[in-house]
Nanobody, 116 residues
């Protein structure tokens, strides 16, 4: 059974930082392109960042220079380091695993709220 379990969300003030984690089981983690997506209230699901099996990264323009995606294959874990968070970053953040056949698996999401 494939499982993706996110953690690390919470409430943070503007300008603050959080690190999200996603632990993956049931699939060969090192073969997956891993990604983080988010969905803000009333908005569409959107890509935040991805990292390939060979550590090539891709970021949405709105997070470049603030967020970093990392993977630890030995721990079957992908991270999203988020700095200088702003209220517009408030959303539920979802972990995604995609294999070479473009089959997707998703986590249940972790909520990030940026507010003073």
């Amino acid at each position: 059974q494939v499982r993706l379990v996110e953690s690390g969300g919470g409430l943070v003030q503007p300008g603050g930082s959080l690190t999200l984690s996603c632990v993956v089981s049931g699939i060969n983690f090192s073969d997956q392109r891993m990604g983080w997506y988010r969905q803000a209230p009333g908005k569409q699901h959107e890509l935040v960042a991805t990292i390939t099996p060979v550590n090539t990264t891709n970021y949405a323009d709105f997070v470049k220079g603030r967020f970093t995606i990392l993977r630890a294959n030995a721990k079957n874990t992908v991270f999203l380091q988020m700095n200088n968070l702003q209220p517009e970053d408030t959303a539920v953040y979802y972990c995604n695993a995609q294999n070479r056949f473009r089959a997707d698996a998703w986590g249940q999401g972790t909520r990030v709220t940026v507010s003073s």
